[in-house]
């Protein structure tokens, strides 16, 4: 059985960050990585970094969200109508 990755991209952003990678080595490490060490960082990082990025982005919409909502539900709290025959 093949073990699903926990996120993917399209070959245009693995590309993309693939550069960024690269550049960001060479720049603060000065390393020039080759393609294939370059692609196996980028998995690593992905393994093991990207559900926490992941999970963290979760938990910031979910608070977003029940905040929106909170608001919502006061908007329609507002339209709500009395019974005047009370």
Do not use: C
Not at 15 to 25: D, F, G, I, P, S
Not at 33 to 61: H, K, R
């Amino acid at each position: 059985m093949v073990k699903k990755k926990t996120i993917e991209f399209d070959e245009l952003t693995r590309e993309q960050l693939l550069h960024a990678l690269k550049k960001y080595v060479l720049k603060e490490l000065d390393v020039d990585l080759g393609n294939l060490p370059a692609q196996f960082l980028l998995d690593f990082i992905v393994e093991e970094f990207g559900p926490y990025f992941y999970n963290q982005a979760l938990n910031d919409t979910h608070e977003w969200l029940a905040e929106r909502f909170a608001y919502l539900n006061d908007d329609l709290f507002v339209l709500t109508k009395e019974n005047s025959k009370a």
